[in-house]
């Protein structure tokens, strides 16, 4: 069981926007602004969309976006298309014990 | 362009020691300004921190692993390694290297196509 709460999977159609909710505790995303979002298309390198909550690396489209509240971070995707059809994992930093942990994923399916 | 490459044996016994190496091509381990991971996703779950080294050596590990890895760096071959003691078949899976980077060191900006590692016998 991973330490950060995903739904399974998500869908949406072209041109729609989704979000992706990952739910931690007060230990990680609560008190952390240090929340990241990966994307993962299968036999690939897992790519970073997200930084710090809701920083955009240079290079990513302005389609992601994330945000924060309380216990749970959230990644929305808008302008749906149909290359975002792959996982997607949050991660957070936990302090000094347990330092980084992930979400189990997200598979977004662009219908 | 930062690359980073995993090697090492796809097969390992139970019992035995897992061991894999994370090789950076365009920039160096040595920098103070990252730190370098590993990170693996068994199959069909999420992906899980094993841990980060620093230029300085040091290391943060997953407690859940902790009793049994080790992470080291050979700066001289801008390498770093993981070793996984006392495998079962729960550490069947996909082994990615990682750097740590961006302005607060808190998030995993390039990655390794990753590795994967089968524990059976």
């Known amino acids: 069981q991973s330490a950060l709460t995903q739904p399974a999977s998500v869908s949406g159609s072209p041109g729609q926007s989704i979000t992706i909710s990952c739910t931690g505790t007060s230990s990680d995303v609560g008190t952390y602004n240090f929340v990241s979002w990966y994307q993962h298309h299968p036999g690939k390198a897992p790519k970073v969309i997200i930084y710090?909550?809701?920083k955009c690396p240079s290079g990513v489209s302005n389609r992601f976006s994330g945000s924060k509240s309380g216990n749970t971070a959230s990644l929305t995707i808008s302008g749906l298309q149909t290359e975002d059809e792959a996982d997607y994992y949050c991660?957070?930093?936990?302090?000094?014990?347990?330092?980084?942990?992930f979400g189990g994923g997200t598979k977004l399916t662009v219908l | 362009q930062l690359q980073l490459q995993e090697s090492g044996p796809g097969l390992v016994q139970p019992s035995e020691t897992l061991s894999l190496t994370c090789t950076v091509s365009g920039g160096s381990i040595s920098s103070s300004s990252y730190y370098w991971g590993w990170i693996r996703q068994p199959p069909g779950k999420g992906l899980e921190w094993i841990g980060t080294i620093y230029y300085t050596g040091g290391t943060y590990y997953n407690p859940s692993l902790k009793s049994r890895i080790t992470i080291s760096m050979d700066t001289s071959k801008n390498q770093f390694s993981l070793t996984l003691s006392s495998v079962t078949a729960a550490d069947t899976a996909v082994y990615y290297c990682?750097?740590?980077?961006?302005?607060?060191?808190?998030?995993?900006?390039?990655w390794g196509q990753g590795t994967l590692v089968t524990v059976s016998s």
């Open positions: 991660c957070s930093y936990a302090g000094s014990r347990t330092y980084w942990v």
């Open positions: 990682a750097r740590l980077g961006g302005q607060q060191l808190a998030h995993f900006d390039y």
């Open positions: 710090d909550v809701s």
